[in-house]
Nanobody, 123 residues
């Protein structure tokens, strides 16, 4: 499984971005997907996750109400819609998948990782 994250960029505070995570292979539709981020000098942290069907999602407290995770299994792609961005959202964002239905919130829950996409929010 290979994951390609894209959609990052430079945006002003209060703006929006949509990240995409395109997966290769035939297991995406039976895999849960998560987004994590790592800011400079900080550890990688959980952002959001969605189960394989898209029926259930979970968010970190810091992004709940501003970010929305979704997926299109027909396109083998997951998304992270980020609204009302803040300077503290600046980080490299990574997508990850695991070949199980249930979503996970820990890095060790995920077997496959994308390369990351930079999000920079200017204040």
């Amino acid at each position: 499984v290979q994951l390609q994250a894209s959609g990052g960029g430079l945006v002003q505070a209060g703006g929006s971005l949509r990240l995409s995570c395109a997966a290769s292979g035939r297991t995406f539709s039976i895999s849960s997907t998560g987004w994590f981020r790592q800011a400079p000098g900080k550890e990688r942290e959980f952002v959001a996750a969605i189960d394989s069907s898209g029926a259930s999602a979970y968010y970190a407290d810091s992004v709940r109400g501003r970010f929305t995770i979704s997926r299109d299994n027909a396109k083998n792609t997951a998304y992270l819609q980020m609204n009302s961005l803040k300077s503290e959202d600046t980080a490299v964002y990574y997508c990850a998948t695991q070949p199980t239905q249930r979503l996970g919130v820990r890095q060790k829950d995920y077997a496959y990782w994308g390369q990351g996409t930079q999000v920079t929010v200017s204040s």
